[in-house]
Structures are given as C-alpha cells and as structure tokens.
C-alpha cells in the first residue's frame, strides 16, 4: 500500500490526481493519497483537491530559497508520511534532495511518447503542438521514473494513439488523455506490488513478485 503525495502544477486541472483518487476508491490502486503538494494556492487542480477533502500543502518556489525548496518539500512529505511521489502535470525539476531522498519512488506522466518531445517547457498543450507540427504520425503517453533531469528517467511504460491529419492540440489531448489516467495508476499499482526491476534504465515488470517470477517488459 503506497502512501502517496501527488505533486501537481500550477496549470493543470487535476485530472490525472482525480484519476487516482478514483482508482484506489475502486480498488484498483494499493493507496492513499496522504498529501496533494502544489506551488500556488489558487491552482485549479488544488481547488478541486480541496474541496473533495484531500489534504493540501503550498510549498512555493517563489517565496522560498532556491536552496531550501528542496528541504522545504522533503519536511512536507515527511510530515505527511508520504513513501512514493507521484507528478500529475507538475512543471518543475524536482529538486536533487528529493529524488535522492526517494529512489525510484517518483513517478511521472508525460504526455507523449518518451524520449520524443519531452524537457524544459514541453508541458501539456505545448508538447501536442509540438507532435503536430513535427509531422509523426503517432504519439502517446509515458509513465516514468523521475531523476535530476526533465523526462529522462527510466521508462515504465506508454500507449499509443494514432495522429491524424485533422487533429488539433486539444484533440490530441483528449485522444491520450484517458490512457494517461489508466497507465499512472496501473504503474503505480505495480509499483505497490512491488513488481518493477531496474537492469541499467530498463524497467522491467517481475509476473509474479512473490515466486521471484520472470520478468517481462509491461505490455
Ligand atoms: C497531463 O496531460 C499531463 O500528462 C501533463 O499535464 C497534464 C495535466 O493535466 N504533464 C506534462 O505535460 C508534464 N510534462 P491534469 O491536471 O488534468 O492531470
């Protein structure tokens, strides 16, 4: 059973937090959610968490020490006993004394097919632009592990959906959106099993954790 914190941005309208939030009501995700982690108050997806009763935390960048907002985040994720991470349309880097202090305990979903059209500034309506204007003629979402670097981390798995000639950003976006949904919490569910290995960056995902199965790369 994972004891959640949800880093959200200041952007996002909470969709992939919800999903969760349904996910381990339908008991489909090993969880909890013991803390929503965002940077502004008035975000729309810390509105939504707040009023759905989920407990809340502003740890703002702005108003803290660029050195001490990696220490800031740390004492709110230990307050709230927190063991994994997940990032639900979160926009910054995570500070290194995060990612050190949870190995391969930081998931994030990205809205495209990794390594294609991630980093810096790629975020959300941005990065289906992007898929657009490059021309390829499929893309995807992506649930990975989180390292120092924007998008980068070890692969845990994607989907794929067909790009077609008449797309828009916003219907791309609807396209990938519900596989973005369903992937984060499948990962993070075998995560709670504890059934994701790591052999250099490949993730692999062990059939049956307790017989010390095979592994297999997720379908
Ligand atoms: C999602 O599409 C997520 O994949 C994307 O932000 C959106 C947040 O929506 N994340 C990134 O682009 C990260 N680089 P949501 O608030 O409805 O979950």
Excluded at 28 to 40: D, E, K, Y
Excluded at 74 to 91: E, S, Y
């Amino acid at each position: 059973m994972l004891a959640l914190a949800v880093f959200v941005g200041t952007k996002g309208r909470g969709s992939n937090l919800f999903a969760l939030r349904d996910a381990i009501e339908a008991g489909r995700l090993a969880a909890s959610i013991a803390v929503v982690i965002g940077t502004r108050a008035e975000a729309p997806a810390l509105v939504r968490a707040r009023a759905a009763g989920l407990s809340v935390r502003i740890v703002d960048p702005q108003t803290i020490h660029p050195e001490e907002y990696g220490a800031a985040l740390l004492a709110t994720l230990k307050d709230a006993g927190t063991d994994t991470i997940a990032l639900a349309g979160f926009l910054r880097r995570v500070p290194p004394l995060v990612v050190q202090a949870f190995p391969h305990r930081i998931v994030n979903i990205h809205p495209s097919l990794l390594p294609l059209f991630g980093g810096k500034g790629m975020y959300g309506e941005h990065v289906h632009r992007a898929v657009l204007e490059y021309g390829v003629k499929v893309s995807g979402c992506t649930v990975h592990f989180v390292d120092e670097a924007y998008d980068t981390g070890p692969i845990i798995a994607q989907r794929s959906v067909p790009v077609w000639d008449t797309d828009t950003p916003e219907t791309l976006a609807a396209r990938i959106l519900p596989l973005e949904h369903a992937l984060l919490a499948e990962s993070l569910q075998l995560l709670a099993e504890g059934r994701l290995t790591l052999n250099g960056r490949v993730v692999r995902v062990l059939t049956d954790a307790a017989a010390g199965g095979t592994e297999s790369r997720m379908p």
